[in-house]
């Protein structure tokens, strides 16, 4: 991700209570779920159905199975941030992110990497990104000019 690229996706969000720990900043983890979030949100935009139908109705997982993560600067109670996602790589059965949380005064908070795998939720076995899937993907990460 560069520091000027577009994201693929992203929206603001206010840090709420429940996502502080007792030193009132964001308890680490609850950044994984913002970022789950985030991603099931971006899925919803990309494919009529949403992210509810391509695990339910579809049956096809995305588990995550590799992050690395940095935490540059706290996020506390009531800042506004921006999560955003950019489009790394996209591979037959994988999907590569980057995330980025950025206060509103624009120092970035924390960064990661995930590596999502679509897999058979019967075997759970790796399988292709399924083709609609794989063409709105890259379709969205075009458009922000990945």
């Known amino acids: ?3 000027t690229a577009n994201p693929t996706f992203s929206r603001q ?23 789950n979030d985030l991603v099931e949100a971006w899925i919803d935009e990309l494919m009529p159905e949403g992210y509810h139908d391509i695990l339910g109705a579809r049956r096809v997982g995305m588990p995550t199975v590799h992050l690395d993560v940095d935490f540059k600067a706290v996020s506390k109670m009531g800042d506004r941030v921006t999560l955003a996602l950019y489009v790394q ?31 058979s939720l019967d075997t759970h076995k790796a399988i292709a990104i ?17």
């Not at 794989?134 to 990945?146: C, P």
């Open 130 to 146: 399924p083709d609609d899937l794989r063409e709105a993907i890259v379709a969205s990460a075009a458009r922000a000019g990945a």
């Open 89 to 119: 790589r996209v591979g037959q059965a994988s999907l590569s992110l980057a995330w980025a949380c950025t206060g509103s005064d624009g120092v970035l908070r924390m960064s990661a990497t995930q590596t999502i795998v679509t897999t």
């Open 13 to 35: 969000h206010k840090i709420h209570f429940s996502e502080c720990d007792p030193a009132g900043i964001v308890f680490y983890p609850q950044y994984f779920v913002l970022f």
């Open 1 to 3: 991700m560069s520091e």
